[in-house]
């Protein structure tokens, strides 16, 4: 911390979503040695989002940094493992009507940029293996329902996320905040109080009267109470580049006796995608679409019919969703984390990763000198980079789709609203150029790195027909020999279901 900084004496936070307690816990983490007092308040009639099951590897770094094993938390949130993602049915060719989105790790180096040399070949019409599921050891992984820890120890292991009941989180880390000792409050909201100069000094609510403190977080979800009913700061909407603003969710039981997969699976359907996502209890499923383009009502009876008997009986949940993002999270003071800052449509999962890192940034802002209008500017540029980085990487699912079945699908694959840099990138390797060099250039605003880049565009089968098929002196790696080293690491991997016993054992 700067000699001349002291962080907030008082802070209020208002939510009690995973974006409010993932606040608090980091806050607290880092500023409760400073004898900073941390309320949390929430309302007992607005409910939380409720959704949100699948992470990015971040998360582990928020454990890690909290001291939290994963003995500790993953039983209490009936968590799994994620080695990544797979994306079925988003091209109608058959070779390409799956892929894999892995986490990366060392032990990829040679094979990973193995597929990175066959790409440079064939996407200037040579003949190369590039199905990007050969190539990375996660893809393996998760084909065999493994988990992404070994059995004995090894100088590099996979990166991997998490599957987790959200609700469950929040309960979790609210538990333990408490414990730790920040001031748990039930109370609505119904009024602001602010300073001559904009900046917010109370909040109020018929259970708690005035709560005043000299930092407030607005956590409140998609109402943005304080960042935009209050401070009025302008929302950014994404619907033109991203046309989904509802999903429907229906859980579905889970057979004991079946193995656990170790993946997100993302399958496109008629007017949007559908997420499985395993949890230790239950499979939590749901339908993200364009409500342009289906109603509630037909996107929940085609996502009943996916599921068949196993959604039988079960509840929908109907949710709305505002994508796109404030112009500055940080305003006067108050910053907004989690849904009221922004969302950009669930399919990579990474609202809670875009959570803990504007928090993060936050606190290393704030710490090298309070409200100095530098550091708050300098830090609504660096979040909006993370939000317009994930949202290019979500886009180029869809710009790159190869599905005629309905208008949604060609609108999608016609769409002129994408960024600059998604332009270039989609420039650049259609026409055999450097696209190394290119990631090079847009490396600082780029969230999404060489090998994802990698395996979306392969995956999604992005090249030119094969002119230079039998004519190629260059030699590329055969994926025989990828997918076997690919195949001889999962080999030493537990599986996802004795992992998890092991896990849930020790708890
Ligand atoms: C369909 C869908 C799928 C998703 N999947 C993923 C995923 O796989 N991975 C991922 O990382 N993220 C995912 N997300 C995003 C994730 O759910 C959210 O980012 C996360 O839960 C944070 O939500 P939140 O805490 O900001 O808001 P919420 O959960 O909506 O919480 C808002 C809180 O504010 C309180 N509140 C509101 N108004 C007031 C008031 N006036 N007074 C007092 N309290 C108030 C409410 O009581 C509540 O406690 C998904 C989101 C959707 C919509």
Request: charge should be neutral; aromatic fraction near 12%.
């Amino acid at each position: 911390m700067n000699n001349n900084t002291t962080p907030p004496r008082r802070i209020v936070i208002v939510g009690g979503g995973s974006a409010g307690w993932m606040t608090v816990s980091l806050l607290q983490h880092a500023w409760s040695q400073y004898g900073t007092e941390i309320t949390l308040i929430e309302s007992a009639d607005i409910g939380t989002i409720g959704v949100g099951e699948g992470s990015t590897p971040y998360l582990k770094t928020f454990f890690t940094k909290l001291g939290i094993e994963e003995s500790e938390w993953m039983p209490a949130c009936h968590a799994t493992y994620k080695c990544g993602i797979s994306f079925p049915n988003w091209s109608s060719d058959p070779e390409y009507n799956n892929y894999f989105h892995p986490f990366f790790s060392p032990l990829d180096l040679k094979s990973g940029n193995a597929l990175f040399d066959n790409c440079c070949l064939r996407r200037r019409g040579h003949s190369a293996d590039t199905h990007p599921n050969d190539f990375f050891v996660s893809a393996a992984l998760a084909r065999h329902q493994l988990s992404p820890i070994p059995e004995n120890k090894m100088p590099f292991i996979p990166d991997y996320g998490y599957h987790f009941d959200a609700v469950l989180l929040g309960e979790f880390l609210k538990k333990r905040a408490v414990s730790l000792g920040i001031t748990y409050l039930v109370g609505t909201i119904d009024s602001v109080a602010q300073h001559d100069n904009g900046d917010i000094c109370g909040l109020s609510s018929t259970e708690h009267g005035l709560l005043t403190a000299d930092f407030f977080v607005d956590c409140s979800g998609f109402s943005g109470l304080l960042i935009n009913k209050t401070l009025k700061e302008k929302f950014i909407s994404f619907k033109d580049n991203l046309f989904n603003d509802a999903a429907v969710a229906i859980p579905t039981r889970i057979d004991p006796k079946q193995k656990l997969p170790s993946e997100t699976v993302s399958t496109a359907i008629s007017n949007g995608w559908m997420w499985k996502i395993p949890l230790m209890s239950r499979y939590g499923n749901g339908y993200v679409y364009s409500s342009e383009h289906i109603s509630a009502q037909a996107a929940e009876q085609e996502l009943r019919q996916h599921l068949g008997e196993s959604a039988k009986g079960m509840p929908a949940r109907h949710i709305k969703m505002r994508v796109g993002r404030v112009e500055n999270h940080w305003s006067h003071n108050c910053l907004a984390i989690g849904l009221s800052q922004g969302f950009i449509e669930p399919l990579e999962a990474t609202a809670l990763m875009l959570i803990q890192l504007s928090i993060e940034h936050f606190i290393l802002n704030y710490e090298k000198g309070h409200h100095a209008n530098q550091h708050r500017s300098a830090y609504n540029k660096h979040i909006n980079a993370f939000f317009d980085g994930v949202r290019d990487y979500v886009v180029t699912h869809y710009k790159l789709n190869q599905r005629n079945d309905s208008e949604y699908w060609l609108a999608n694959r016609n769409n002129p609203h994408i960024s600059e840099n998604l332009k270039q990138l989609l420039q650049v390797w259609d026409n055999g150029g450097d696209f190394e060099a290119l990631l090079t250039k847009q490396t600082n605003s780029l969230v999404y790195l060489r090998p994802s880049w990698y395996c979306i565009l392969a995956g999604m089968g992005r090249f030119p027909p094969k002119t230079n098929a039998n004519t190629t002196k260059f030699s590329a790696t055969p994926a025989y020999k990828t997918r076997g080293y690919c195949e001889s690491m999962a080999k030493l991997f537990i599986s996802h279901q004795a992992q998890l016993q092991k896990i849930y054992g020790s708890a």
